[in-house]
Protein backbone atom coordinates (compact mmCIF):
# COMPACT_ATOMS: atom_id res chain seq x y z
CA UNK A 1 0.00 0.00 0.00
CA UNK A 2 1.15 3.51 -1.09
CA UNK A 3 1.47 6.04 1.60
CA UNK A 4 -0.36 9.14 0.14
CA UNK A 5 1.72 12.04 1.46
CA UNK A 6 0.23 15.71 1.70
CA UNK A 7 1.74 17.89 -0.79
CA UNK A 8 1.71 21.63 -1.10
CA UNK A 9 -0.60 22.44 -3.52
CA UNK A 10 2.32 24.44 -5.55
CA UNK A 11 3.66 21.03 -6.61
CA UNK A 12 0.42 21.00 -8.83
CA UNK A 13 2.39 23.49 -11.23
CA UNK A 14 5.19 21.95 -11.32
CA UNK A 15 5.78 20.11 -14.84
CA UNK A 16 8.80 17.71 -16.17
CA UNK A 17 10.91 19.78 -18.59
CA UNK A 18 9.71 18.82 -22.10
CA UNK A 19 13.41 19.50 -23.17
CA UNK A 20 15.44 17.27 -20.03
CA UNK A 21 12.94 14.76 -21.22
CA UNK A 22 14.14 15.18 -24.81
CA UNK A 23 17.65 14.96 -24.08
CA UNK A 24 17.00 11.05 -23.49
CA UNK A 25 16.84 10.60 -27.45
CA UNK A 26 20.21 11.73 -28.02
CA UNK A 27 21.06 8.14 -27.66
CA UNK A 28 19.14 6.42 -30.12
CA UNK A 29 21.37 5.40 -33.07
CA UNK A 30 21.05 7.95 -35.94
CA UNK A 31 19.23 10.36 -34.35
CA UNK A 32 20.07 13.69 -34.92
CA UNK A 33 18.83 16.86 -32.64
CA UNK A 34 17.94 20.61 -32.82
CA UNK A 35 16.37 20.14 -29.61
CA UNK A 36 18.25 21.32 -26.22
CA UNK A 37 20.07 24.74 -26.36
CA UNK A 38 23.61 23.09 -25.62
CA UNK A 39 26.52 24.12 -26.36
CA UNK A 40 29.14 22.19 -28.48
CA UNK A 41 31.14 20.48 -25.98
CA UNK A 42 33.87 20.31 -28.51
CA UNK A 43 34.36 23.95 -28.03
CA UNK A 44 34.73 23.67 -24.09
CA UNK A 45 38.12 25.09 -22.67
CA UNK A 46 38.87 21.87 -21.42
CA UNK A 47 42.83 21.88 -21.14
CA UNK A 48 42.10 25.41 -19.79
CA UNK A 49 40.25 24.24 -17.33
CA UNK A 50 42.49 21.23 -16.17
CA UNK A 51 45.26 23.69 -15.22
CA UNK A 52 42.62 25.53 -13.05
CA UNK A 53 41.53 22.75 -11.14
CA UNK A 54 45.10 21.57 -10.91
CA UNK A 55 46.19 24.95 -9.63
CA UNK A 56 42.81 24.94 -7.05
CA UNK A 57 43.76 22.03 -5.73
CA UNK A 58 47.84 22.66 -5.65
CA UNK A 59 48.71 22.72 -1.85
CA UNK A 60 49.05 26.70 -1.62
CA UNK A 61 45.03 27.01 -2.65
CA UNK A 62 43.44 23.52 -2.21
CA UNK A 63 42.14 24.22 1.24
CA UNK A 64 40.43 27.40 0.27
CA UNK A 65 39.43 25.74 -3.04
CA UNK A 66 37.95 22.93 -0.53
CA UNK A 67 36.32 24.43 2.54
CA UNK A 68 32.75 26.22 2.82
CA UNK A 69 32.73 29.90 1.39
CA UNK A 70 30.77 33.20 1.90
CA UNK A 71 27.48 32.61 0.02
CA UNK A 72 28.03 36.25 -1.73
CA UNK A 73 30.68 34.53 -3.91
CA UNK A 74 34.16 33.88 -4.82
CA UNK A 75 35.66 37.68 -4.77
CA UNK A 76 38.27 37.45 -7.28
CA UNK A 77 35.37 36.41 -9.43
CA UNK A 78 32.73 38.55 -8.50
CA UNK A 79 35.70 41.95 -9.21
CA UNK A 80 36.31 40.03 -13.02
CA UNK A 81 32.49 40.07 -13.40
CA UNK A 82 32.03 44.17 -12.34
CA UNK A 83 35.01 44.85 -14.88
CA UNK A 84 32.47 42.91 -17.08
CA UNK A 85 29.62 44.57 -16.11
CA UNK A 86 31.21 48.16 -16.16
CA UNK A 87 32.13 46.91 -20.31
CA UNK A 88 28.56 46.89 -20.67
CA UNK A 89 27.60 50.48 -19.50
CA UNK A 90 26.49 48.63 -15.70
CA UNK A 91 29.44 50.28 -13.38
CA UNK A 92 29.13 48.43 -10.30
CA UNK A 93 30.82 46.78 -7.82
CA UNK A 94 31.42 43.04 -6.21
CA UNK A 95 28.90 43.90 -3.36
CA UNK A 96 26.46 44.09 -6.35
CA UNK A 97 26.77 40.81 -7.17
CA UNK A 98 25.74 37.48 -6.00
CA UNK A 99 26.98 33.95 -7.23
CA UNK A 100 24.51 31.84 -7.84
CA UNK A 101 24.53 27.91 -9.33
CA UNK A 102 23.38 29.13 -12.90
CA UNK A 103 20.97 31.98 -14.25
CA UNK A 104 18.48 28.87 -13.37
CA UNK A 105 19.15 29.36 -9.86
CA UNK A 106 18.49 32.62 -9.83
CA UNK A 107 15.24 32.89 -11.46
CA UNK A 108 14.35 30.54 -9.15
CA UNK A 109 15.21 33.25 -5.81
CA UNK A 110 14.05 35.76 -8.06
CA UNK A 111 10.33 33.89 -8.24
CA UNK A 112 10.64 33.46 -4.67
CA UNK A 113 11.60 37.36 -3.80
CA UNK A 114 8.73 38.53 -5.35
CA UNK A 115 5.76 36.48 -6.38
CA UNK A 116 3.02 35.62 -3.38
CA UNK A 117 0.13 33.33 -5.12
CA UNK A 118 -2.25 35.60 -7.31
CA UNK A 119 0.46 37.96 -7.98
CA UNK A 120 1.21 39.01 -11.95
CA UNK A 121 3.96 38.08 -14.09
CA UNK A 122 4.86 39.42 -17.73
CA UNK A 123 6.11 37.18 -19.66
CA UNK A 124 7.03 37.43 -23.29
CA UNK A 125 4.20 35.17 -25.72
CA UNK A 126 6.58 32.73 -26.06
CA UNK A 127 9.00 32.85 -23.54
CA UNK A 128 12.03 30.76 -21.77
CA UNK A 129 10.05 27.40 -20.69
CA UNK A 130 12.72 27.20 -17.66
CA UNK A 131 11.65 30.36 -16.28
CA UNK A 132 8.18 29.41 -16.06
CA UNK A 133 9.35 26.46 -14.57
CA UNK A 134 10.70 28.32 -11.65
CA UNK A 135 7.99 31.07 -11.69
CA UNK A 136 5.28 28.31 -11.10
CA UNK A 137 5.86 26.93 -7.89
CA UNK A 138 5.16 30.56 -6.24
CA UNK A 139 1.40 30.30 -7.96
CA UNK A 140 1.60 33.29 -10.45
CA UNK A 141 -0.82 35.14 -12.86
CA UNK A 142 1.20 35.07 -16.25
CA UNK A 143 0.32 38.31 -18.56
CA UNK A 144 1.32 39.21 -21.93
CA UNK A 145 4.69 41.27 -22.43
CA UNK A 146 4.13 42.11 -26.14
CA UNK A 147 7.50 44.52 -26.83
CA UNK A 148 7.95 45.56 -30.41
CA UNK A 149 5.54 43.08 -32.07
CA UNK A 150 4.43 44.92 -35.22
CA UNK A 151 3.50 47.76 -32.86
CA UNK A 152 4.98 51.01 -32.06
CA UNK A 153 7.79 50.73 -29.45
CA UNK A 154 5.83 52.44 -27.17
CA UNK A 155 2.83 50.02 -26.90
CA UNK A 156 3.12 47.63 -24.42
CA UNK A 157 0.19 45.33 -23.27
CA UNK A 158 1.03 44.37 -19.85
CA UNK A 159 -2.27 44.53 -18.23
CA UNK A 160 -2.10 44.04 -14.18
CA UNK A 161 -5.36 41.71 -14.07
CA UNK A 162 -6.44 40.60 -10.70
CA UNK A 163 -2.88 40.24 -9.17
CA UNK A 164 -0.36 42.89 -8.39
CA UNK A 165 2.24 42.99 -11.19
CA UNK A 166 5.57 42.19 -9.25
CA UNK A 167 7.93 41.98 -12.13
CA UNK A 168 8.04 41.78 -16.22
CA UNK A 169 10.39 38.92 -17.34
CA UNK A 170 12.55 38.87 -20.71
CA UNK A 171 15.72 37.94 -22.61
CA UNK A 172 15.56 40.70 -24.29
CA UNK A 173 19.01 39.43 -26.70
CA UNK A 174 18.36 36.77 -29.02
CA UNK A 175 15.59 35.26 -27.11
CA UNK A 176 15.30 31.61 -25.98
CA UNK A 177 13.08 30.28 -27.78
CA UNK A 178 12.58 32.90 -30.27
CA UNK A 179 15.74 34.22 -31.06
CA UNK A 180 14.53 37.76 -31.35
CA UNK A 181 15.68 40.55 -30.06
CA UNK A 182 14.36 43.92 -28.12
CA UNK A 183 15.69 46.96 -29.85
CA UNK A 184 16.67 50.05 -27.96
CA UNK A 185 13.32 51.56 -28.06
CA UNK A 186 11.78 48.72 -26.67
CA UNK A 187 13.72 48.49 -23.96
CA UNK A 188 13.19 52.23 -23.43
CA UNK A 189 9.78 51.66 -23.74
CA UNK A 190 9.44 48.96 -21.58
CA UNK A 191 11.22 50.77 -18.65
CA UNK A 192 8.81 53.56 -19.05
CA UNK A 193 6.24 50.80 -18.58
CA UNK A 194 7.76 49.31 -15.78
CA UNK A 195 7.70 52.75 -14.08
CA UNK A 196 4.21 52.98 -14.21
CA UNK A 197 3.52 49.78 -12.73
CA UNK A 198 5.91 49.89 -10.47
CA UNK A 199 7.39 46.79 -11.04
CA UNK A 200 10.99 44.90 -11.10
CA UNK A 201 12.49 43.92 -14.57
CA UNK A 202 14.38 41.13 -14.44
CA UNK A 203 16.57 40.87 -17.19
CA UNK A 204 17.47 37.48 -18.51
CA UNK A 205 21.11 37.81 -20.56
CA UNK A 206 22.15 34.56 -20.77
CA UNK A 207 22.90 34.99 -24.39
CA UNK A 208 23.91 38.64 -24.70
CA UNK A 209 27.81 37.55 -25.57
CA UNK A 210 26.73 35.36 -28.77
CA UNK A 211 25.98 37.93 -31.32
CA UNK A 212 26.97 37.35 -34.72
CA UNK A 213 25.45 40.05 -37.14
CA UNK A 214 24.16 43.87 -36.32
CA UNK A 215 25.23 46.23 -33.63
CA UNK A 216 25.29 45.64 -29.76
CA UNK A 217 22.27 47.00 -27.76
CA UNK A 218 22.81 48.18 -24.27
CA UNK A 219 21.45 45.88 -21.51
CA UNK A 220 17.99 47.39 -20.22
CA UNK A 221 20.03 47.79 -16.66
CA UNK A 222 22.29 49.88 -18.37
CA UNK A 223 19.90 52.09 -20.20
CA UNK A 224 18.17 52.78 -16.61
CA UNK A 225 21.31 53.60 -15.24
CA UNK A 226 21.94 56.35 -17.65
CA UNK A 227 18.51 57.38 -16.42
CA UNK A 228 19.18 57.42 -12.56
CA UNK A 229 22.82 56.93 -11.82
CA UNK A 230 22.58 55.28 -9.23
CA UNK A 231 22.04 50.73 -9.41
CA UNK A 232 20.14 51.09 -5.76
CA UNK A 233 17.68 53.44 -7.50
CA UNK A 234 17.04 50.88 -10.16
CA UNK A 235 14.47 48.06 -11.18
CA UNK A 236 15.87 46.27 -13.14
CA UNK A 237 17.88 43.22 -11.98
CA UNK A 238 20.58 41.61 -14.64
CA UNK A 239 21.38 37.53 -14.86
CA UNK A 240 24.19 36.59 -16.17
CA UNK A 241 25.78 33.42 -17.17
CA UNK A 242 28.70 31.21 -18.18
CA UNK A 243 26.56 28.60 -19.43
CA UNK A 244 26.64 29.11 -22.61
CA UNK A 245 29.97 30.34 -23.28
CA UNK A 246 32.34 28.43 -20.90
CA UNK A 247 30.63 25.21 -19.33
CA UNK A 248 27.54 24.63 -18.70
CA UNK A 249 28.40 21.67 -16.12
CA UNK A 250 30.01 24.07 -13.85
CA UNK A 251 26.67 25.41 -12.97
CA UNK A 252 27.96 29.26 -12.21
CA UNK A 253 25.91 32.38 -12.95
CA UNK A 254 25.35 35.84 -11.06
CA UNK A 255 23.15 38.68 -10.28
CA UNK A 256 23.47 42.00 -10.51
CA UNK A 257 20.81 44.47 -8.84
CA UNK A 258 20.87 46.95 -6.09
CA UNK A 259 21.91 46.42 -2.65
CA UNK A 260 18.55 45.88 -1.31
CA UNK A 261 17.94 42.94 -4.32
CA UNK A 262 21.18 41.25 -2.90
CA UNK A 263 21.13 41.44 0.56
CA UNK A 264 17.53 39.35 0.55
CA UNK A 265 19.33 37.27 -2.35
CA UNK A 266 21.98 36.62 0.12
CA UNK A 267 19.40 35.21 2.74
CA UNK A 268 18.21 32.53 0.14
CA UNK A 269 21.57 31.57 -0.90
CA UNK A 270 22.50 30.79 2.60
CA UNK A 271 18.80 28.82 3.44
CA UNK A 272 19.17 26.76 -0.10
CA UNK A 273 22.74 25.68 -0.35
CA UNK A 274 25.20 27.58 1.35
CA UNK A 275 26.90 28.98 -1.57
CA UNK A 276 28.06 27.93 -5.22
CA UNK A 277 30.90 25.56 -5.63
CA UNK A 278 33.81 27.28 -4.32
CA UNK A 279 36.16 25.05 -6.99
CA UNK A 280 34.22 25.97 -9.81
CA UNK A 281 33.88 29.51 -9.26
CA UNK A 282 38.16 29.42 -8.84
CA UNK A 283 38.41 27.36 -12.25
CA UNK A 284 35.39 29.89 -14.35
CA UNK A 285 37.66 32.62 -12.57
CA UNK A 286 41.07 31.86 -14.13
CA UNK A 287 39.93 30.60 -17.40
CA UNK A 288 37.46 33.93 -17.72
CA UNK A 289 40.88 36.35 -17.10
CA UNK A 290 42.97 33.98 -18.99
CA UNK A 291 40.93 34.63 -22.16
CA UNK A 292 37.66 34.97 -22.46
CA UNK A 293 37.36 37.16 -24.97
CA UNK A 294 39.04 35.19 -27.17
CA UNK A 295 37.24 32.37 -26.40
CA UNK A 296 34.14 33.78 -27.28
CA UNK A 297 34.79 35.26 -30.61
CA UNK A 298 35.68 31.64 -31.82
CA UNK A 299 32.35 30.66 -30.51
CA UNK A 300 30.58 33.56 -32.41
CA UNK A 301 32.38 32.40 -35.60
CA UNK A 302 31.26 29.28 -34.82
CA UNK A 303 28.00 29.34 -34.30
CA UNK A 304 27.83 32.08 -37.02
CA UNK A 305 28.43 29.69 -39.75
CA UNK A 306 25.66 27.38 -37.97
CA UNK A 307 22.97 29.86 -37.76
CA UNK A 308 23.42 30.38 -41.27
CA UNK A 309 23.70 26.90 -42.29
CA UNK A 310 20.07 26.76 -40.94
CA UNK A 311 18.85 29.40 -42.34
CA UNK A 312 20.00 28.31 -45.92
CA UNK A 313 18.68 25.04 -45.37
CA UNK A 314 15.15 26.27 -44.23
CA UNK A 315 15.34 28.48 -47.03
CA UNK A 316 15.77 25.58 -49.52
CA UNK A 317 13.48 22.69 -47.63
CA UNK A 318 10.43 24.29 -46.09
CA UNK A 319 7.07 24.05 -47.77
CA UNK A 320 5.15 27.13 -48.60
CA UNK A 321 3.09 28.29 -45.20
CA UNK A 322 5.70 27.81 -42.86
CA UNK A 323 7.67 31.14 -40.95
CA UNK A 324 11.05 31.56 -39.32
CA UNK A 325 12.57 33.75 -37.53
CA UNK A 326 16.27 34.85 -38.64
CA UNK A 327 18.60 35.64 -35.48
CA UNK A 328 20.84 38.14 -34.64
CA UNK A 329 22.67 35.33 -32.48
CA UNK A 330 22.08 33.29 -29.77
CA UNK A 331 21.29 29.63 -30.61
CA UNK A 332 17.66 29.06 -31.47
CA UNK A 333 15.55 29.91 -34.86
CA UNK A 334 11.39 29.96 -34.25
CA UNK A 335 8.81 28.23 -36.64
CA UNK A 336 5.42 28.86 -36.99
CA UNK A 337 3.62 26.14 -38.76
CA UNK A 338 0.38 26.53 -40.48
CA UNK A 339 -1.78 26.37 -38.04
CA UNK A 340 -3.62 22.96 -38.95
CA UNK A 341 -0.09 21.06 -38.15
CA UNK A 342 0.97 20.61 -34.53
CA UNK A 343 4.52 20.63 -33.19
CA UNK A 344 3.75 17.94 -30.81
CA UNK A 345 2.28 16.01 -33.56
CA UNK A 346 5.11 16.26 -36.14
CA UNK A 347 7.81 15.67 -33.36
CA UNK A 348 5.91 12.40 -32.81
CA UNK A 349 6.43 11.94 -36.41
CA UNK A 350 9.80 12.80 -36.89
CA UNK A 351 11.08 10.48 -34.63
CA UNK A 352 9.58 7.85 -35.73
CA UNK A 353 9.73 8.24 -39.49
CA UNK A 354 13.27 10.86 -40.00
CA UNK A 355 14.74 10.42 -36.31
CA UNK A 356 15.17 13.71 -36.11
CA UNK A 357 14.16 15.48 -32.49
CA UNK A 358 13.13 19.36 -31.86
CA UNK A 359 10.69 20.57 -28.87
CA UNK A 360 7.66 21.70 -30.06
CA UNK A 361 6.36 25.13 -29.17
CA UNK A 362 3.03 24.61 -26.92
CA UNK A 363 5.89 24.24 -23.86
CA UNK A 364 6.75 28.15 -23.96
CA UNK A 365 3.44 29.56 -23.45
CA UNK A 366 2.25 30.06 -20.13
CA UNK A 367 -1.31 29.26 -21.69
CA UNK A 368 -0.27 26.50 -23.63
CA UNK A 369 -1.23 27.92 -26.42
CA UNK A 370 1.21 27.84 -29.86
CA UNK A 371 1.15 24.17 -30.76
CA UNK A 372 1.68 24.50 -33.99
CA UNK A 373 5.29 26.15 -33.42
CA UNK A 374 8.58 24.59 -32.68
CA UNK A 375 12.22 25.46 -31.94
CA UNK A 376 15.17 24.45 -33.29
CA UNK A 377 18.70 24.89 -31.93
CA UNK A 378 21.60 25.30 -33.93
CA UNK A 379 24.18 25.28 -31.41
CA UNK A 380 25.29 21.54 -31.38
CA UNK A 381 25.14 20.45 -34.80
CA UNK A 382 27.76 20.57 -37.70
CA UNK A 383 26.83 22.15 -40.42
CA UNK A 384 26.46 19.21 -43.15
CA UNK A 385 24.10 17.68 -39.98
CA UNK A 386 21.66 21.12 -39.92
CA UNK A 387 21.49 20.68 -43.78
CA UNK A 388 20.68 17.02 -43.19
CA UNK A 389 18.39 17.86 -40.44
CA UNK A 390 16.33 19.98 -42.53
CA UNK A 391 15.97 18.16 -45.32
CA UNK A 392 14.27 15.06 -42.61
CA UNK A 393 12.34 18.13 -41.11
CA UNK A 394 11.34 19.69 -44.77
CA UNK A 395 9.96 15.54 -45.44
CA UNK A 396 7.99 15.12 -42.51
CA UNK A 397 6.21 18.44 -43.00
CA UNK A 398 5.14 18.28 -46.48
CA UNK A 399 3.66 14.64 -45.76
CA UNK A 400 1.99 16.33 -42.68
CA UNK A 401 0.26 18.76 -45.16
CA UNK A 402 -0.55 15.78 -47.42
CA UNK A 403 1.78 17.20 -49.94
Avoid at 150 to 179: C, H, M, Q, W
Avoid at 182 to 193: K, M
Wanted: proline fraction near 5%.
Amino acid sequence: MTTQMKFAARMDRMKASEIRELLKLLEQPGMLSFAGGIPDPALFPADRFAEAYADALSPARQAQALQYSVSEGYLPLRDWIAGRMAGLGIPCGPENILITSGSQQALDYLGKLFLSPGDTALVQWPTYLGALAAFNAYEPRYERLEINDNRPAAEITAAAGDGAVKFAYLSPDFANPTGRTVDRAGRAALLARAEELDCAIIEDAAYQGLRYEGEEVPPILALELTQKGDLDACRTIYCGSFSKTLSPGLRVGWVVAGAEVISRLVLMKQAADLHSSTINQMAIHQVAKAGFDAHVSGLRAVYGRRRDAMLRALAAEMPEGVEWTRPEGGMFVWLTLPERVSGAFLLEQSIAKEKLAFVPGQAFFADGTGGNSLRLSFSNSSEAQIAEGIARLGRVLRQALGE
